[in-house]
């Protein structure tokens, strides 16, 4: 499906014609292909595995198979480059997500929908939907805050948790407080 399809589908047709197949629609996007997405990217970093996207038709876990409500299914699996903010290096961060939408008629309605505990979350469904632009959506929402090693390589950083670092007004840690602990171990080396 090229950039032009995934900017105009068909969602509602998709779903309806979907209803009772369970073979999903797939495909591969580069990260570039997602420019906010791929602005995220940590500078000067190799290249990153395709993303693997897949849409498919769902029934909503409260409402019954003969409701008239439409639900899909997007599964993501991407790989981006992030900065860790303990140690300020590059790290390839694995995003996979398995998110569930149910079709609206209009912004109204969608806005109006009760906010409900089993993650399905309300969208406008279009004859030309950007289901490229909600891939991105969806992927940028699940970057993590503060990104960071599972365990940083440098020793000075290896043990010390994220949260015993100093932060900016914004949350995150300060890079002058990280300089100061590398500088700090350097000189008692």
């Not at 209803?19 to 990217?41: I, W, Y």
Request: charged letters at 20%.
């Amino acid at each position: 499906m090229n950039h032009h399809d995934m900017r105009q589908f068909d969602l509602i047709k998709f779903a309806r014609a979907h209803a009772h197949q369970d073979v999903p629609l797939t495909g591969k996007l580069l990260l570039a292909e997602l420019p906010r997405l791929f602005a995220e990217n940590a500078e000067d970093a190799p290249d990153t595995p395709p993303i693997l996207w897949s849409l498919q038709n769902t029934h909503h876990p409260r409402i019954g198979e003969h409701s008239r409500r439409l639900c899909v299914a997007l599964q993501l699996e991407a790989h981006i480059w992030l900065t860790c903010q303990r140690c300020l290096q590059p790290y390839l961060h694995t995003l996979s997500l398995n998110n569930t939408f149910e079709l609206m008629k209009t912004e109204a309605e969608a806005e109006a929908a009760p906010i409900e505990e089993d993650d399905v979350d309300p969208i406008v469904g279009s004859h030309q939907f950007d289901l490229l632009g909600l891939i991105e959506e969806e992927l940028l929402l699940a970057l993590p805050l503060v990104p960071r090693h599972e365990v940083c390589a440098h020793p000075a950083l290896a043990t010390l948790p994220i949260s015993s670092l100093p932060t900016e007004e914004a949350g995150r840690p300060s890079p002058f407080a990280q300089l100061a602990i590398l500088q700090t171990k350097k000189g008692a080396q």
